[in-house]
């Protein structure tokens, strides 16, 4: 029902709408995809997101996001100074 409830909102409502709570709800998925969520917070999340099609579109954005980013990060390799010298950074 939710992917309904989304497409009825994206083709009857105007493309500049915005979620009342978006930038609320974009922290909510960026934590909840963090993994820094309850499954409580979790759940509600994607009641959410179910049912507003601008958070589905900013929670698909994020996780898509991050899908490429992992799979960048994957295929790098690093060198053992390199690390030791951006804790260091850290550190100070």
Same mark, same amino acid.
């Given at each position: 029902m %939710?992917?309904? &409830?989304? $497409?009825?909102?994206?083709?009857?409502?105007?493309?500049? =709408?915005?979620?009342?709570?978006?930038? *609320? $709800? #974009?922290?909510? &998925?960026?934590?909840?995809?963090?993994?820094?969520t309850?499954?409580e917070?979790?759940? *509600? &999340?994607?009641?959410? &997101?179910? %049912?507003?099609?601008?958070? *589905?579109?900013?929670?698909?954005?994020?996780k898509?996001?991050?899908?490429?980013?992992? +799979?960048?990060? #994957? +295929?790098?390799?690093?060198?053992?100074?390199?690390?030791?010298?951006? +804790?260091?950074?850290?550190? =100070?």
């Amino acid at each position: 029902m %939710g992917a309904f &409830v989304r $497409w009825i909102q994206k083709t009857m409502m105007s493309k500049k =709408a915005r979620c009342p709570k978006e930038e *609320y $709800w #974009i922290e909510l &998925v960026r934590l909840m995809l963090d993994g820094q969520t309850t499954d409580e917070e979790n759940a *509600y &999340v994607l009641k959410h &997101v179910d %049912g507003c099609y601008r958070c *589905y579109d900013n929670f698909d954005l994020e996780k898509a996001i991050r899908e490429a980013l992992k +799979n960048k990060l #994957i +295929n790098i390799k690093v060198s053992d100074a390199f690390i030791a010298e951006i +804790n260091r950074k850290a550190k =100070a």
